[in-house]
């Protein structure tokens, strides 16, 4: 099969350039691929997808590899999207759904931008990977480059998530922990490029990743009846995942798939650890300042600085949503209420999506009859640390208070 790309565009001023070349960012800024959209309606329907495997590839025409022997794949997507009924009502609302990404390969959202990423790579002749990584894109990288036979070199925050720098390695990359945050890792990146000559795969400095992350959005459509909800909630540190939901809405609205044109508003969520686009957002700016002393037990929403923020705050600000930020304090407590209450294995970064939600129903902007959708972008067991809570002993012999055992806290 051949590929409907036409070409690569500047988001910063329109600048085309050729898709069939390995292309970075222009003028500092991120690239978006282009399709021919009316040729992709002649060629499939939306009703041709219902016999296709339930994966992220079902969408191949919208997608950018041009040959299918390139396509490097764990069997990612679709995930599901569940009721939470039990969560809705304690946080008020009718219909609260959480498009659970826990369930793909490596345990999050990662493996959708990285497995087209390292897909197009390949077919551009590609050998040798790296990426700078606050814990989640390291595992899924290292994991796709050795499904592809690539190279592939990790670096990460010295305090990164125990299972994410184990798992980095167990799937073969060289991995490096780094005392800094992720700008630092991907400064280090950037000096051994010309040294080892790797392709850097960080976050939107190559424009496939996008590509991927827009399944999410695809998916959500086809799950809803190719229709979209009121709100989503989106736990926001590169981006990637909203800016590529935007456009996926965007490509579905010209290809007349959707029932009707209306949008969801966009919640861009982070922590008030590392509130950049927040900080934007709430100052009308278009691009966010570098984030201060940046911290959160949420290793996915610690970016202290997006090259992608105005991409993010356009798609935001066209939603008619917000950038919001969580209490850091917050994170936890709402990771274990949301697991306790679903059994869905929620991550810190989707816990700060909740606290958001819980803000704008306590001031009454989010009503109880609004369709909520948050995206749970990682598996809670990767997160060992946030985890670890002493449990209480029970002796073999001797009595035993059943009613202590009855009453023991579960979180």
């Not at 978006?32 to 329907?45: F, H, I, K, P, Q």
Request: glycine letters at 10%.
């Amino acid at each position: 099969m051949s590929s409907y790309v036409t070409h690569l565009e500047a988001a910063i001023d329109g600048t085309r350039l050729p898709a069939d070349e390995l292309q970075t960012l222009h003028a500092g800024r991120p690239l978006w691929v282009r399709y021919d959209l009316e040729a992709v309606a002649r060629a499939v329907s939306r009703d041709q997808l219902n016999g296709r495997p339930p994966n992220l590839w079902r969408y191949r025409e919208l997608l950018p590899v041009v040959d299918d022997e390139n396509i490097v794949s764990l069997g990612e997507g679709m995930s599901p999207l569940l009721p939470c009924p039990a969560l809705g009502k304690f946080l008020g609302l009718e219909r609260l759904w959480i498009k659970d990404e826990s369930q793909l390969p490596t345990g999050s959202f990662k493996a959708r931008g990285l497995c087209m990423a390292v897909s197009r790579a390949k077919e551009l002749g590609v050998e040798r990977l790296a990426i700078p990584t606050a814990g989640n894109a390291g595992g899924a990288l290292a994991a796709y480059a050795a499904r592809a036979g690539l190279e592939a070199y990790v670096f990460m925050p010295k305090d990164t998530p125990r299972v994410n720098q184990a798992e980095a390695r167990l799937f073969g990359a060289r991995t490096f922990l780094v005392e800094g945050l992720i700008t630092d890792c991907a400064a280090l990146v950037r000096r051994g490029q010309e040294a080892l000559g790797w392709f850097d795969l960080s976050t939107l400095k190559e424009p496939y990743r996008i590509e991927g992350k827009k399944t999410m959005g695809l998916e959500l459509a086809e799950q809803l009846g190719w229709r979209l909800p009121d709100a989503i909630f989106y736990p926001t540190g590169g981006g990637t995942g909203l800016i590529g939901m935007w456009k996926a809405f965007d490509e579905l609205e010209q290809l007349g798939w959707l029932e009707d044109s209306s949008r969801p508003e966009l919640y861009a969520c982070q922590s008030d650890g590392c509130a950049p686009i927040v900080q934007a957002f709430a100052r009308g700016e278009r691009h966010a300042d570098p984030f201060p002393n940046a911290h959160t037990c949420a290793s996915g929403l610690r970016v202290p600085q997006a090259v992608g923020d105005f991409m993010i705050l356009d798609a935001v600000r066209r939603s008619g949503g917000e950038a919001r930020s969580a209490p850091e304090a917050d994170l936890v407590p709402w990771m274990e209420r949301a697991c306790a209450l679903e059994g869905i294995s929620l991550c810190p970064e989707a816990a700060a999506c909740l606290a958001v939600v819980a803000q704008l129903r306590a001031e009454g902007k989010l009503a109880p009859d609004r369709e909520v959708v948050v995206y749970n972008t990682g598996a809670v067991q990767k997160y060992v640390e946030l985890m670890e809570k002493p449990l209480p002993t029970l002796p073999l012999e001797g009595s035993i208070d059943w009613e202590a055992v009855a009453g023991a806290p579960t979180t």
